[in-house]
């Protein structure tokens, strides 16, 4: 069974150093959150990107804020609660359906995720799913090599492996952002 976060290490989620080797406004000049647009963050968490794109995208924008663990959700509805965001829907998930509607979102991105999942092909199918055509998923997640933290480097995925499976999917126009050190950035593009 792959390596799960456990959310008892929330704290973690927000650690001071996490802004060093994986900071927000490198990863918002990517995905590029405009007034009005439809995210989808999958695996939230507690919302160290969701809040930062939910302020972005403006109370006509819409971020679905999607995790498995109602702990997170419970964490990330206090969190925008507290600064006053309307546009974050919590929806709690699995990682073989994710319950939005089909073609409902411009982007979806997931972070630190890909290598605890136990059936990769059934997730990124519901992210297809879920996309508009000409929609973007964006793929981070941890590099494996030796890093100060993260997870197991056995559980670690490689390049090769995010390329085969965003191909497989049927993901086009696929390219890494190299915004992080210890993470690789990965696109792939709904068909339209």
Known sequence: MPHKFDPKNIEKLDNSERARWQGVEVFLEVVQPRMGMSYADIGCGSGYFTLPVAERIGPEGRIYAVDLLPEMLQELERRAQARGLKNIIAVRSSEREIPLPEACVDVAYSINLFHELEVPDAFLREIWRIL?????????????????????????????????????????????????????????????
Do not use: C, N, Q
């Not at 494996?144 to 049927?170: D, F, K, N, Q």
């Open 132 to 192: 508009k055509p000409g929609g973007s998923l964006f793929l981070v997640d941890w590099k494996p090599i030796e890093t100060p933290m993260g997870p197991p480097l056995e559980v670690r995925v490689s390049l090769e492996t995010l390329w085969e499976a965003l191909h497989t999917a049927g993901f086009e126009h696929l390219r890494e952002h190299g915004i992080y050190t210890y993470h690789y950035v990965v696109e792939g593009t709904k068909k339209i």
